[in-house]
């Protein structure tokens, strides 16, 4: 059925490759033993997860795998993709399998590699597990036996089998990360800081705005009174330019790339929040994941933190009650 999306338990494409790899070495590690050593950047630059001995019980405790198991990971953001798509297995010079099966002939022909397995969260048919397979096998001498491909219904099955695994990683149903484009903010800050040094005094920030008051706010949102202070004591100075700032006809665009940006995070923290942890960590987790994703913003890192709480100090996101005079 076109656009039909299959439900699973768990945003595997919500999960960034990180907690992706660390998703898949914990699976591995049941499967083969406790001695599967992490991902590690090789000499090429390919990123392998590696197991040398007997495996405890795949793909069976009768006939388990021996030898140098080398193990891949493969994420992708989109919850749709399969195995067969062109751009993950077709013959292209482009595609992710055509760029690993070299890797993986050398490392076979060097004798660092009996066996390989590769885990994705993409849907993975039979006809394509088979095709795959016997490409792999071909274009490197690896007998199908010793190679596994696992999509996103294997590594369910493994979750449901081994349920521990979701707690060690730290992953909940449908709980995905908060993930959020920094472009927007970037544009914001970049502009801020040209600005800045031309900017005119600005008037008191606490200046007949009407806004939930701080106090409130934090209580309605669980934003901890250090943390409240931190805002308070380092970062309030910053508001009234800001606030001056975005309030310049000049600026109209940049004032649209803030609302944008607010609006964006606004909703991503109620997905991900939902009262479940203190609104420090929310604001925690929002700026390091902001810093990981921009160059810009981690070259202006004091101006992305008084951005952010400005827009939590505004009301812009986090919880309010109706407005008052602060």
Same mark, same amino acid.
């Given at each position: 059925? @076109?656009?039909?999306?299959?439900?699973?338990?768990? $945003?595997?494409?919500d999960?960034?490759?990180?907690?992706?790899?660390?998703?898949?070495?914990?699976?591995?590690?049941?499967?083969?033993?406790?001695?599967?050593?992490? %991902?590690?950047?090789? +000499?090429d630059?390919? @990123?392998?997860?590696?197991?040398?001995?007997?495996?405890?019980?795949?793909p069976s405790?009768?006939?388990?795998?021996?030898?140098?198991?080398?193990i891949?990971a493969?994420?992708?953001?989109?919850?749709?993709?399969?195995?067969?798509?062109?751009?993950?297995?077709?013959?292209?010079?482009?595609?992710?399998?055509?760029?690993?099966? +070299?890797? !993986?002939?050398?490392?076979?022909?060097?004798?660092?590699?009996?066996?390989?397995? &590769?885990?994705?969260?993409?849907?993975?048919?039979?006809?394509?597990?088979?095709?795959?397979?016997?490409?792999i =096998?071909?274009?490197?001498?690896?007998?199908? $036996?010793?190679?596994?491909?696992?999509? !996103?219904?294997?590594?369910?099955?493994? &979750?449901?089998t081994?349920?521990?695994?979701?707690?060690?990683?730290?992953?909940s149903?449908?709980?995905? +990360?908060?993930?959020?484009?920094?472009?927007?903010?970037?544009?914001?800050?970049i502009?801020?800081?040209k600005?800045? =040094?031309?900017?005119?005094?600005?008037?008191?920030?606490?200046?007949?705005?009407?806004r939930?008051?701080?106090?409130?706010?934090?209580?309605?949102?669980?934003?901890?009174?250090?943390?409240?202070?931190?805002?308070?004591?380092r970062? &309030?100075?910053?508001?009234?330019?800001?606030?001056?700032?975005?309030?310049?006809?000049?600026?109209?665009?940049?004032?649209?790339?803030?609302?944008?940006?607010?609006?964006?995070?606004?909703?991503?923290?109620?997905?991900?929040?939902?009262?479940?942890?203190? %609104?420090?960590?929310?604001?925690?987790? &929002?700026?390091?994941?902001?810093?990981e994703?921009?160059?810009?913003? @981690?070259?202006?890192?004091?101006?992305?933190?008084?951005?952010?709480?400005?827009?939590?100090?505004?009301?812009?996101?986090?919880?309010?009650?109706?407005?008052?005079?602060?």
């Open positions: 059925m @076109r656009g039909f999306v299959v439900q699973y338990r768990y $945003a595997y494409h999960l960034y490759d990180k907690q992706f790899e660390q998703l898949v070495v914990a699976i591995c590690q049941e499967l083969f033993g406790p001695g599967v050593q992490e %991902f590690s950047t090789g +000499p630059g390919g @990123r392998d997860a590696r197991f040398c001995g007997v495996a405890l019980a795949f405790s009768s006939q388990p795998w021996k030898g140098i198991t080398v891949q493969k994420h992708t953001e989109s919850p749709i993709e399969k195995f067969s798509e062109s751009g993950f297995s077709s013959k292209a010079k482009s595609s992710v399998l055509s760029a690993e099966l +070299p890797r !993986i002939k050398h490392l076979y022909d060097k004798g660092h590699l009996n066996n390989y397995i &590769l885990f994705s969260n993409r849907r993975l048919g039979a006809e394509a597990n088979q095709a795959i397979l016997d490409r =096998s071909t274009e490197t001498g690896l007998n199908t $036996a010793s190679i596994h491909l696992c999509g !996103i219904e294997g590594i369910e099955r493994h &979750l449901k081994y349920r521990r695994i979701a707690q060690v990683v730290d992953i149903p449908l709980e995905a +990360p908060l993930r959020v484009s920094p472009d927007e903010l970037a544009d914001v800050i502009a801020f800081a600005a800045q =040094s031309n900017l005119p005094p600005a008037e008191s920030i606490a200046t007949k705005i009407e939930t008051r701080f106090d409130e706010k934090n209580q309605i949102n669980g934003l901890t009174s250090d943390y409240a202070d931190l805002i308070q004591k970062f &309030l100075k910053h508001f009234g330019a800001i606030r001056q700032f975005l309030g310049e006809p000049a600026n109209e665009t940049i004032l649209e790339r803030y609302q944008e940006a607010a609006l964006e995070f606004s909703a991503k923290i109620i997905e991900y929040n939902q009262g479940k942890v203190p %609104f420090d960590r929310v604001l925690g987790y &929002l700026f390091e994941r902001l810093l994703r921009d160059v810009d913003l @981690r070259a202006n890192r004091r101006l992305t933190r008084a951005l952010l709480y400005y827009m939590y100090w505004n009301c812009d996101i986090g919880k309010s009650k109706d407005a008052t005079p602060d």
